[in-house]
C-alpha cells in the first residue's frame, strides 16, 4: 500500500459487529528483522482483512532481511510504515553522495547486492511513507503516532504543515519539525535528566500535544527493553536489532496492552498492560527574595 500524503488520519471501524471490528496495532522499529516480526504478528493475533498495522518506521537497516520487511508491511491493504530516519537516509542517498555515505555507515550496506533497479523499486516505496498519523478512536480520543518525536511546544496542527524534502534525513540537530520528527530525543533525555533540568523545560516537555491525547513513537531504544510513557509520548522501540537481548515490540493502544519477542524462537511475552506515565516530582519554584527593610 502506497500513500502519497505527508500526515495521515484514520478511523476506528464502527460499521463493524463490535466483536470482529479490527485493531490498531502499532509496531517498533523494525529494522530488517522479518522473522522476528512474522512471530510478533502471530503472538498479538495479527488478522489482514481486519487490523490496521501501523509501523513507526526504520523497516530497513542493520537487520539480515531488510527488502523483505519493505515488501511485507506495503503489500497489505491496511498496514503501512511511517518514515523514519533509516528509511529517509534510504530515499536521500540516490541523489546526495554525503547522505549515501552516512546510509552505509548506519546499516545501508545490505543494499549494496541488489541490482540498482530492484533498489529503486524499493525507494520508491519508501517514498509514499507518510511522516505523522493519527488515530480517531470511540469517545473522541485521539492517538498520534511519529517516529521520533513531537518537538516540545508544537501542536499537532502545526505539525501536519510539514513535509520532507531531499536532505532531511541529515538534519538530526536543527530542532526544526521534520528534524525532530525523524531523529527526535529532547523528551526521552528529559526523562532521563530529571535532577539536573530545569523546572520551566520539564513543564514545557509535560505539557500535552494539542490535538492528540497520547503520542506512540519510536528511534529512541528503551534500554530495559519495555516501552516507556514519559508525558504525553509512549516509546516502544525495544531494540529488534541489537542481539542478543533486543525485542520487537506491538502495542494496542485501545486495549492498553502490548507484546514482545526475541531473537529466540522461545522469547515472547504479552499481552502486558501498558506501563503508567513515569512519576515526576517538579523542581520547586524559586521564592522571590524579600526586600531588606528600611
Known amino acids: 500500500m502506497i500513500y502519497r500524503d505527508f500526515h495521515i488520519e484514520l478511523h476506528q471501524d464502527s460499521d463493524r459487529d ?3 471490528r479490527g485493531r490498531f496495532l502499532i509496531v517498533g522499529d523494525v529494522h530488517g528483522q522479518m522473522d522476528m516480526l512474522m512471530r510478533l504478528m502471530d503472538l498479538a493475533g495479527y488478522d489482514a482483512s481486519v487490523d490496521w498495522l501501523i509501523a513507526v518506521g526504520d523497516l530497513v537497516d542493520r537487520g539480515p532481511a531488510s527488502a ?12 503501512f510504515s511511517l518514515l523514519g530516519n533509516h528509511d529517509a537516509m534510504m530515499l536521500d542517498a540516490e541523489f546526495l553522495s554525503n547522505a549515501d555515505l552516512t546510509w552505509m555507515r548506519n546499516g545501508g550496506t545490505w543494499s549494496i547486492g541488489l541490482e540498482e533497479l530492484e533498489l529503486n523499486l ?33 501542536t499537532w496542527k502545526q505539525l501536519q ?5 531531499t536532505g532531511d534525513a541529515l538534519d538530526d540537530r536543527s530542532g526544526a519539525l ?9 523528551r526521552y533525555y528529559c526523562s532521563r535528566a ?4 530545569s523546572r520551566i523545560e520539564i ?13 506512540i513513537c519510536g528511534h529512541t531504544i528503551m534500554p530495559t527493553r519495555e516501552p516507556l510513557r514519559f508525558g504525553s509520548h509512549l516509546f516502544i522501540d525495544t531494540g529488534a536489532w541489537q542481539t542478543p537481548n533486543g525485542r520487537l515490540t506491538a502495542v494496542d493502544p485501545v486495549a492498553g496492552v502490548y507484546w514482545q519477542v ?20 517538579l523542581p520547586k519554584k524559586a521564592r522571590k527574595g524579600r526586600p531588606p527593610h528600611e
Open 68 to 79: 523483505e520487511v519493505l515488501r511485507w508491511v506495503t503489500g497489505g491493504k491496511r498496514r
Open 161 to 165: 504543515r510539514s513535509e520532507y524534502s
Open 203 to 215: 513543564e514545557k516537555i509535560l505539557k500535552p500535544v494539542r490535538g492528540v491525547d497520547l503520542v
Open 18 to 20: 463490535p466483536e470482529s
Open 178 to 186: 521534520i528534524s525532530s520528527l525523524l531523529w527526535g530525543r529532547q
Open 122 to 154: 524499493l525507494r520508491r516505496l519508501v517514498s509514499g511513507f507518510p511522516l505523522t498519523a493519527r488515530l480517531h478512536l470511540h469517545g473522541g480520543i485521539k492517538i498520534g503516532v511519529v517516529h521520533g518525536e513531537v518537538r516540545p511546544g508544537t
Open 262 to 281: 526475541g531473537h529466540e524462537e522461545d522469547q515472547q511475552w504479552g499481552p502486558t498492560p501498558l506501563p503508567a506515565p513515569v512519576n515526576v516530582s
Open 194 to 197: 530529571l535532577k539536573s533540568t
